[in-house]
């Protein structure tokens, strides 16, 4: 069994046939992404990385995972962007919810950092690593993030404090840039245990390498059926999977059809499985960063429902019809709970008495969905079987291939992010870190007229 992709609510808001004209854009950019004649070509190293990961290579994350999870109570995984949220993603969605309050001796909590330069944040991180035995996952691909380069000063200062160097080695694992890079240098100095990031892998497609893989199995989350998952995605999404049936190319086509057709300039993804937040963080990430450029892009944003009904809900019904919505519907939930009866029935609800949660929660989706469309709001639905490690492979692949295919229907190079730059430029610059002298000045001046 297979996600599967319902466009028919949103292809209805295009001229007939609209879908099935992109179909030869959507080829040519398939084999583009294929004989790496596209743009961005040095950063394909995603397109084929499901179908090309070993057993032995799964070992290795797997017996690295081990030594963290026997070892420690608490590991920290530091990294941002592309080497943050793929991991957070998948360790929400199939983690408990309330994770951390629960005493779960069998798996050490997951907790993150370098994601934020928050000094409450990391004080309070510290604090509560006080007295644990704890462990740092530290990503960085370039090895030279600010964020997680000073998250990661302050965890092996404290972790060399609590442990000794000796110890804090055993613990401390760096995924890196196989050559260049501060984070190398140190892991190599160290002799911490790592793991490459292959140098045509960007950050955001890189959730099935280790920076993805070894944090999820280090929370107790099975990688080889994430991957198998990936690889099913991987042959269903192939360029020689007819139009009709390839639901990365239908999803290309659909969303560039609304967007440069209908005018919907903003695509949000929804869900209805709270646990699934983090899950559409990574995909904004993936689409936002991929697609925004040369002045173009439909800008990704997600809504947690039924919470956000109660919130953007009004916007979503009645506001400017620039939107479009994308529901990852979950069709069963892991767990099973009836609503009771109540002799009182004071709140009026005896009529769903022996009911799932689940059928009500069903219910809120359909009923959303009618009166999103109804509101001119078209709707594109990605219904999964079940929650699960082998389904999110499935999802996280479909979102990569469909993304590349996106972003060279709209003409752009999908694969770089040059305008992240701006703010490191400056905050460097403001910083008067050494090597910006110029433009510390020129920031200077330009903050005093
Ligand atoms: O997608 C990307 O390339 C970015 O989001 C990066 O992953 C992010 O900036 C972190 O970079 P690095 O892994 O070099 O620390």
């Known amino acids: 069994e297979s996600i599967k992709l319902d466009i028919s609510k949103a292809a209805q808001f295009l001229n007939p046939g609209?879908?099935?004209a992109y179909a030869p854009h959507v080829a040519a950019a398939q084999e583009a992404l294929e004989k790496a004649t596209c743009p961005g070509n040095d950063f394909l190293g995603w397109l084929h990385l499901p179908s090309s990961i070993t057993p032995k290579f799964l070992g290795q994350i797997q017996a690295v995972a081990d030594t963290l999870r026997e070892k420690c109570e608490?590991?920290?995984v530091a990294g941002i962007g592309g080497s943050?949220?793929?991991a957070r993603a998948v360790i929400e969605?199939?983690?408990?919810s309330f994770a951390w309050l629960v005493n779960d001796k069998k798996n050490p909590t997951i907790l993150f950092a370098g994601n934020n330069i928050g000094e409450d944040y990391l004080a309070e991180l510290t604090a509560y690593l006080k007295g644990k035995k704890f462990g740092v996952i530290n990503i960085s691909k370039s090895g030279t993030t600010t964020e997680t380069a000073l998250a990661f000063r302050l965890l092996k200062k404290q972790c060399e404090d609590q442990l000794g160097k000796e110890a804090a080695r055993e613990v401390i694992v760096a995924i890196t840039d196989e050559h260049k890079g501060a984070a190398r240098a140190a892991a190599t100095k160290e002799g911490y245990k790592t793991f490459i990031i292959p140098d045509n892998v960007g950050g955001r497609f890189s959730v099935l390498t280790p920076v993805g893989l070894l944090p999820i199995a280090v929370a107790g989350f099975d990688?080889?059926?994430?991957v198998e998952g990936a690889q099913q995605m991987e042959k269903e999404t192939a360029n020689d999977v007819p139009f009709a049936s390839n639901i990365a190319a239908r999803y290309a086509a659909v969303r560039q059809g609304l967007y440069s057709q209908a005018g919907k300039k903003i695509e949000i993804v929804a869900n209805f499985q709270p646990k699934l937040h983090f899950f559409a963080e990574w995909w904004k990430q993936l689409y936002g960063e991929s697609e925004g450029k040369d002045h173009k892009g439909i800008f990704p944003a997600a809504c947690d429902f039924t919470t956000d009904l109660h919130s953007m809900g009004q916007w979503i019904q009645q506001g400017e019809r620039s939107i479009f919505e994308t529901v990852i519907s979950m069709e069963q939930p892991n767990a099973k709970l009836l609503f009771p009866h109540d002799d009182e029935n004071l709140d009026?609800?005896?009529f769903l008495e022996g009911k799932r949660v689940d059928e009500v929660n069903k219910m809120a989706e359909l009923g959303t969905r009618l009166a999103h469309v109804d509101?001119?709001?078209p709707n594109i639905r990605i219904s999964v079987p079940a929650l699960n490690e082998y389904y999110l492979g499935q999802l996280i692949y479909f979102f990569e291939k469909a993304c590349g295919i996106s972003g060279l229907v709209q003409e752009v190079n999908p694969f770089n992010q040059p305008g992240v730059e701006a703010y490191k430029k400056n905050m460097f610059a403001l910083l008067n870190k050494p090597g910006y002298e110029a433009e510390s000045?020129?920031?200077?001046?330009?903050l005093t007229k």
């Open 348 to 350: 009026g609800l005896n």
């Open 74 to 76: 608490v590991v920290v």
């Open 223 to 226: 990688v080889k059926k994430l």
């Open 18 to 20: 609209a879908v099935e």
């Open 441 to 446: 000045k020129a920031i200077q001046e330009r």
């Open 84 to 86: 943050y949220l793929g």
């Open 375 to 377: 509101g001119g709001v």
């Open 93 to 96: 969605a199939l983690g408990n």
